[in-house]
């Protein structure tokens, strides 16, 4: 009864946007069921649609991850897109560095790396380094809360605007090639790169980008369960995003508990970085998110912050994404910022969930829960 | 009582909209198999910038017009919707698959691998397989015209270049202006400036109207433009200079790819038009009639791919003498007795 509490109001919010989002289209001139056709139909159709859904929602699980161990801890972190950034960086940076990276320009052979390592040592570390950059850049609004009191959430903004700009200047002035039109790095050393899934599934084309991440991701999802809930450091958090007062009586010291949390979560954001660099691109492109870190937010609010909830809204999100081309593509008036109408009516039904707690209350449907 | 109300005409709002929107299907318009299928994704500056991606707009527009052609688009808004905009295209067999600005090249180059059988094109970009046609402009020839023009027209010895991303692809704009201004007056100063480094420069309209303000502020009294959409800011710009006496703008801008004469008119001295749209008409053309050529298709003066556009507009602003000049280095470099340095060719 408890579960079907849980699930009741994320699919209310779902059912209801695209209800709303039906008006929408309606008003527009076009026929919303054919567009929801053209827009689920496309997401899940196989092998193409529902392997580049599952790519899409890769990115989706690490940042609905990354907010939700925040958010268990009390803590909003609206900073999961510059940590994923400077993680995706430094993540290209050691596979350029150490992955034995040469580029051709205009004919000679410029060598930009230090060392070749092979992919056993090369890959466990470029996953590490986006797990520790990302934690660190994480850890700086943690620290800024926990010891100077600053507000995370102003910190997390303005450390995202830092973030864009450092990765940038550093792929314009020191780590493109010469020549490239394209703001990107020089590619990584091809030891570094991490199997695409099509390798293992049959049927699956090599031209999906659905790769290996997807597994790392399911893999946070169960460690992230296990730490909120079956270690002393995730009962830590979780006491103090529940009353930090009361942590604190108990012995729990809350400035490291937010600094921790903080990391975690930054940790968590970077893990993007290994599905966009190690994974699809194999070099670092410059503002490849798709706002990755901010529909982390809804992720996670649609997924109550639990692993299980953020992996089906992740895939609602990312099929969302996949459906958004073909439905601009395809339809006479709709454009592609439907999908963002979708997602924000689902944001603002969950959301608003307290006020429909209240209304529907006095029936008897719901009672009050703590959530 | 009342939320339970409005919960039950919510519910029969949406059953009368599913039932409206069944009966209403007779107006999708029927998928015509017979017809060559064209897909169109653009830049991120978008087709309404009213330049560079909305000559693409027009051309493809014009070749539905006249042609048997279903046309489809996708403005992608974000450089990760460029791959499945394309790919949205292909899955569905699409006979041709335009893509607008030099970004697009390398996601081009691995769709068209994949899709051997479709054709491919690529405005400002360059690719080596056999399904992609490149179609590439000689702008250092367009923009020595303007440039002679700007110098001419210049009282203050000082002209502006407004660059979008600082990439190769502009330096070819503006060397080829520096040149042309610098044979009409050697003594001639070019300020130039670059909107960014990445994809946003091309849709950044404040910042181009501040850099604008800026080179106003030094001296600039002619400001060439190559920036997409953040352009225009730099037609706000000249346009708050204001006008004398007489009635006569008092700093000029120069724009680009579309003709930009009636965005501000008065204000705009001419402006350098690469016709994207004749590039796009005819590769739409050459698929209808099984002509496909995959290869470079290159437009310049002498195809008038390129050059500086005359209309109702601005032709008070260039004296005749000026215009017989100009067109009698335009035949010089076509004839190749001036040869304009491309920023390209290294």
Redesign the interface.
């Known amino acids: 009864m408890k579960l079907l509490r849980e699930l009741l109001f994320p699919l209310v919010a779902v059912a209801a946007a695209f ?1 709303v989002g ?2 929408v289209v ?1 008003l527009i001139g076009d ?4 567009t929801y056709k053209l827009l689920i139909g ?1 997401a899940l159709s196989w092998p ?1 649609g529902i392997g ?1 859904t599952l790519f899409y929602a890769t990115p989706l699980i690490f940042t609905g991850l990354a907010v939700a161990v925040a958010f268990r801890c009390g803590l909003l972190n609206i900073g999961a897109e510059g940590q994923l950034y400077v993680a995706a960086f430094a993540t290209a940076w050691v596979s350029i560095k150490l992955g034995g990276t040469v580029v051709d320009v ?1 004919g000679t052979p410029v060598n930009y790396s230090w060392a070749s390592l092979p992919a056993v040592l090369l890959v466990p570390l470029a996953i590490l380094t986006a797990i520790v950059v990302g934690g660190a850049w994480g850890a700086i609004a943690g620290y800024l809360k926990a010891y100077f009191g600053a507000h995370e959430v102003i910190t997390t903004i303005m450390l995202n605007f830092i973030a864009v700009a450092l990765v ?1 200047y550093f792929t ?1 002035y020191h780590y493109k090639v010469p ?1 490239d ?3 990107q790095t020089a590619p990584i050393g091809a030891a570094a790169h991490i199997p695409r899934l099509s390798a293992f599934i049959p049927g699956l ?1 090599e ?1 999906i980008p659905l790769n290996v991440a997807f597994i790392l991701a399911l893999l946070a999802c169960a460690l992230v369960y296990v730490f909120l809930w079956r270690t002393k450091w995730g009962y830590e958090i979780r006491a103090t995003g529940a009353n930090p007062t009361a942590a604190e009586y108990g012995g729990i010291s809350i400035r490291k508990q937010i600094v921790l949390a903080m990391a975690v979560s930054g940790g968590l954001a970077g893990m993007v970085g290994v599905n966009e660099v190690l994974g699809y691109h194999h070099r670092y ?6 706002n990755y870190g901010f529909t982390g937010i809804a992720v996670a609010l649609l997924g109550r912050n639990h692993p299980v909830g953020i992996i089906f809204s992740a895939l609602l999100f990312g099929m969302l994404q ?1 459906g ?3 439905v ?3 339809t ?1 008036h709709v ?2 910022d439907l999908v963002q109408v979708l997602q924000a009516i689902v944001i603002l039904f969950v959301a608003a969930e307290a006020a429909f707690r209240g ?2 209350g006095r ?1 008897g449907l719901l009672k009050r829960s703590k959530v | 009582m009342k ?2 109300f409005l919960f039950v005409t ?1 519910v029969l ?2 059953a009368l ?2 039932l ?3 009966c ?2 007779g ?3 029927a998928d015509d198999k017979s017809k060559v299928h064209v ?1 169109i994704v653009f830049d991120i500056g978008g087709k309404d910038d009213r330049s560079f991606n909305a000559a693409a707009w027009e051309g493809v527009k014009r070749a539905a017009k006249d042609l048997p052609i279903v046309l ?10 460029i791959e ?2 394309m ?3 292909a ?2 067999g699409y006979d041709l698959i335009i893509g607008v600005g ?2 697009q090249a ?1 996601i081009m180059e ?1 769709v068209a691998k ?1 899709y051997p059988n479709i054709n491919f094109a690529i405005v400002d970009g360059v690719s080596q397989l056999p399904n992609v046609a490149s179609l590439v402009f000689k702008e250092h020839q367009g923009s020595y015209l303007v440039g002679m023009l700007a110098a001419r027209t210049s009282k203050t010895g000082t002209l502006g270049f407004i660059g979008g ?5 502009i330096h070819r704009f503006e060397t080829g202006y520096e040149e042309g201004a610098k044979a009409v007056n050697p003594q001639i100063r070019v300020i130039q400036n670059f909107v960014g ?4 420069a091309w849709n950044n309209p404040g910042k181009g109207k501040e850099l604008a303000l800026s080179q106003i502020g030094r001296g600039a009294d002619v400001i060439f433009t190559a920036a997409g959409n953040s352009g225009l800011g730099a037609f706000d710009a000249v346009e708050q200079a204001g006008r004398d006496e007489q009635g006569h703008a008092r700093r000029f801008v120069i724009g680009v790819d579309s003709n930009q004469n009636g965005v501000k008119p008065g204000f705009v001295l001419t402006s350098m038009v690469k016709r994207v749209d004749n590039a796009v008409y005819n590769i739409a053309q050459d698929v209808v009639n099984h002509q496909f050529k995959g290869g470079f298709h290159v437009f310049g003066l002498e195809t008038d791919g390129v050059g500086y556009s005359l209309d109702e507009n601005n032709q008070t602003l260039i004296p005749p003498d000026v215009l017989k000049d100009v067109d009698a280095a335009k035949q010089k470099i076509i004839a190749g007795q001036i040869q304009v340095t491309d920023a390209m060719a ?1």
């Open positions: 209800v039906g008006i309606l026929d919303p069921i054919y496309s193409d580049r205009f940038s314009q020549g039109p394209i703001l084309p031209s492109y410059d503002s490849f998110s798709e996949r958004a081309i073909p601009d593509a395809f006479e454009s592609k209304s529907f029936f | 939320s339970r919510i709002l949406c909209v599913a409206n929107s069944s209403n299907r107006t999708q318009t897909g489809r688009d996708v403005e992608p808004g974000s450089p990760t919707n499945p905009a790919r949205a295209f899955e569905r030099f970004a390398p691995v994949d991303m600082d990439i190769p692809l480094v990445n994809d946003s290294k």
